[in-house]
C-alpha cells in the first residue's frame, strides 16, 4: 500500500462516515452537514490525486478544489435557507415531518 | 511524512465519527469545526497551501458560522438542541450501508494498481494560481461569481418568505 492508497482510504472513510450520517440522522441540518463531509472526502481526493500524480500538471487539482468549494459553500447557504423555510411551515426540523408532498 | 498524515487522518476521522454520533446538535457543529481543520492540515500536508486556507475560511469560518446560526434559529427552547434518538431501524440501515460502501471502496482502492511520483510535491505559487484563474479558467471564475450570487440571493428570498407570502405586498 502506497501513500496514494492511504490518502484514497482515508476520503473514503470520510465519505462513509458522512453517508452513514446523512442517511441515519434524522435532524434536517446534520443530513447536510453529512453531505458537506461528502463533498469534503472528494476534494481530499483531487488534491491526493494531484500530489502524486506521476506525469504533474502544474495547478489542476488546486483549480478544481478552489470551484468546488465555492459551489459547496453556496449549496450550504441554499440547504440552511431550506432548513429555516422548513422550520417556518411545520415548527420543527424533523425529516419525518416534512411529509406534505407525499401522495 | 506518513506518520503526520495518519495522525491528521485519526484527528479528521475522530472528530467526524464523535460528530457524526453526537446527540447535542451545538457540539456536533463545534465538533465538524475541527474535522474541517483537520482536513485544511491535510491540503497542507499535501503542499496545496492556497485551498488549506481558503477551506480554513470557507468551512471553518464561514459554513460553521451558517450552521450555528441555523441550529439557533430552528429551535424553540433549550431541549430542542438534544436531538431525539433516531429509530433503531433507520440507524441500523443507515451504517449498513455506510460500512457496505467502505467495503466497497477499500478493496476498489487496495486492488487497484495506483503509480505514484517518486518526486516531491508539485508547487504551485500563488501568482500561478492567479494566472491560472484569470487565464484559461476565467470563464469558469464567472460561472462560479453568477451561481454564488443567484444561490445567495435564493437563499434570502427562501429564508425571507412569509407563510401568507404576498399579503404584505398588496398595496
Known sequence: MNTLQLCLLISSALFCIGLAGALSRTNTILVLLGIELMLNAANLNFIAFWRFNPAPLPATGVIFVIFAIAVAAAEAAVGLALVIAIYRHQQNIRLQDATRLKG | ?171
Open chain 2, 1 to 171: 511524512m506518513t506518520a503526520a498524515l495518519i495522525l491528521i487522518a485519526l484527528l479528521i476521522l475522530g472528530s467526524t465519527a464523535v460528530a457524526m454520533s453526537l446527540r447535542n446538535l451545538i457540539h456536533s457543529a463545534l465538533l465538524l469545526v475541527l474535522s474541517w481543520m483537520g482536513i485544511a492540515a491535510f491540503y497542507l500536508w499535501a503542499g496545496a497551501e492556497f485551498v488549506a486556507f481558503a477551506q480554513v475560511l470557507v468551512y471553518a469560518g464561514a459554513v460553521s458560522m451558517i450552521v450555528l446560526f441555523a441550529v439557533l434559529l430552528t429551535r424553540r427552547s433549550r431541549a430542542d438542541l438534544s436531538i431525539a434518538p433516531a429509530s433503531l431501524r433507520r440507524a441500523v440501515a443507515g451504517v449498513l450501508a455506510g460500512g457496505a460502501t467502505a467495503g466497497v471502496l477499500t478493496l476498489a482502492v487496495l486492488r487497484t494498481n495506483l503509480q505514484i511520483a517518486p518526486s516531491a510535491a508539485p508547487t504551485v505559487t500563488v501568482q500561478q494560481l492567479g494566472l491560472e484563474l484569470i487565464g484559461p479558467q476565467v470563464a469558469s471564475v464567472l460561472v462560479v461569481g453568477v451561481i454564488l450570487t443567484v444561490a445567495l440571493l435564493g437563499a434570502v428570498v427562501l429564508a425571507a418568505s412569509d407563510r401568507n407570502d404576498g399579503k404584505e405586498d398588496a398595496p
